[in-house]
């Protein structure tokens, strides 16, 4: 049961999986009332694609207090009759890049497409009364990572972003070019990491990091202006702030537009989002042009060892300055860190030490904590070290 002197807790909840297609009202109410009665949930988020009968059960066990919020990927191909392949994000090459795996909710559009930003606030809002939600958590609110290989995945280079760039006068091609150019030596390979990683560029390169950032918030803002009119209010499922401008967010700008922002910082987790999966890709593609030490690159770009890279002591450093780097981009009382909990083998393997540490850091210092990524994959165990660990540290 949730207290109103404490600080925010949020859980997210049923995921599409196929764990989830199979799994019985029953056994999903039940495991979310045991959950309940251990954490101090505050918050409370919904997957985006759940059977009427899961809806139900589910939410006769969640108490008054708490806030419902309906977690929404909003810039992907849903497989909901959108023009994905139309409206897909296209790279400096002139591709579209690939998916993560064979999962379509990885496949990012164009968020110049006007088609694609009202097609995701309409969804936004069924999504959310289709569960009585209180608001929506705006997930995938960003251009696809190219950290896997910039020279193609770098978005958004299609007609219409050609069209509002040269509005903003900016030549995508001359960017594109620019990239490919880049990804040919080291030395560019260097350059272009270190941008997206936040090291200050001149030139094209920086303009075009810049207008993809000013791009995001644009429809970040009517994503939440058009929750508003709905009734409905917005929170905001963002990068952790090391990688965040790789993917065009600019937490500073972002944060007055939501409640508050759950950073996914991510240390064990090996998919997107995480700093193993997206700071391994930078360094393996810089290590195919011939880099040498790659971990004490990245390092050095980050201001702290890369987790995942550079072993497990890296951690807690930068964990201490990510939750810095968050509350000083967008308040504490805004701020919402999200820590991999879950123990799925080959996956996201965490161990209980780190958890209660990092778990500990995050109370001491006053941030919101969001045990992730999806509760039904908690047992009873995880949960209770997690609710000790939130409840004991003063």
């Known amino acids: 049961m949730a207290l109103p002197d404490q600080r925010r807790l949020l859980v997210q909840y049923l995921e599409p999986s196929p764990a989830v297609d199979s799994l019985s009202p029953a056994v999903a109410r039940d495991h979310l009332a045991r959950a309940l009665d251990q954490l101090p949930v505050t918050d409370l988020a919904l997957g985006w694609r759940l ?4 809806v139900s059960a589910v939410r006769s066990v969640v108490p008054s207090d708490i806030t419902v919020w309906r977690w929404v990927p909003v810039f992907v191909d849903s497989g909901e009759g959108r023009r994905a392949d139309e409206l897909v994000a296209v790279g400096p090459r002139g591709v579209p890049p690939p998916p993560f795996g064979d999962m379509a909710d990885f496949r990012f559009l164009c968020l110049d497409e006007q088609d694609v930003v009202e097609a995701g606030l309409a969804r936004s809002i069924e999504l959310a009364r289709e569960t009585e ?3 929506v958590l705006l997930d995938r609110i960003r251009w696809h ?3 896997q290989d910039p020279a193609h995945e770098l978005t958004c280079f299609c007609s219409a972003s050609q069209r509002t760039a040269a509005q903003a006068g900016l030549d995508l091609a001359w960017v594109a070019a620019d990239v490919t150019a880049m990804a040919d030596t080291l030395v560019g390979r260097r350059a272009l990491v270190s941008a997206l990683l936040g090291r200050a560029v001149d030139g094209p390169l920086a303009d075009f990091l810049d207008w993809r950032a000013a791009t995001v ?3 970040v803002e009517r994503l939440g202006a058009g929750l508003r009119e709905a009734g409905l209010r917005a929170a905001l499922d963002v990068f952790t702030p090391a990688l965040a401008r790789s993917v065009g967010q600019d937490l500073a700008a972002l944060g007055p537009l ?4 759950k950073s996914m910082t991510y240390f064990e987790a090996l998919g997107p989002a995480s700093m193993p999966f997206e700071l391994g890709g930078y360094a ?3 290590e195919a042009a011939g880099e040498k030490d790659a971990p004490g690159f990245l390092a050095d770009l980050l201001g702290f060892p890369a987790p995942g890279i550079a072993g497990r002591g890296a951690q807690s450093e930068a964990l201490g300055q990510e939750t810095a780097s968050l509350i000083e981009a967008i308040g504490i009382a805004r701020s919402v860190v999200g820590l991999d909990a879950v123990e799925i083998p080959a996956v996201c393997e965490v161990a209980d030490e780190d958890l209660d540490a990092r778990i500990g850091t995050l ?9 992730c990524w999806e509760l039904l994959f908690m047992d009873e165990r995880r949960t209770q070290l997690i609710a000790e660990a939130w409840h004991t540290r003063e």
């Open 217 to 219: 918030t644009r429809v």
């Open 51 to 54: 059977r009427p009968e899961l």
């Open 258 to 261: 939501g409640e508050w922002s």
């Open 145 to 147: 990572s190219s950290s």
């Open 133 to 135: 939600a209180d608001g």
């Open 363 to 371: 109370r001491l210092v006053g941030v919101g904590l969001s045990p």
């Open 284 to 286: 393996r593609w810089l």
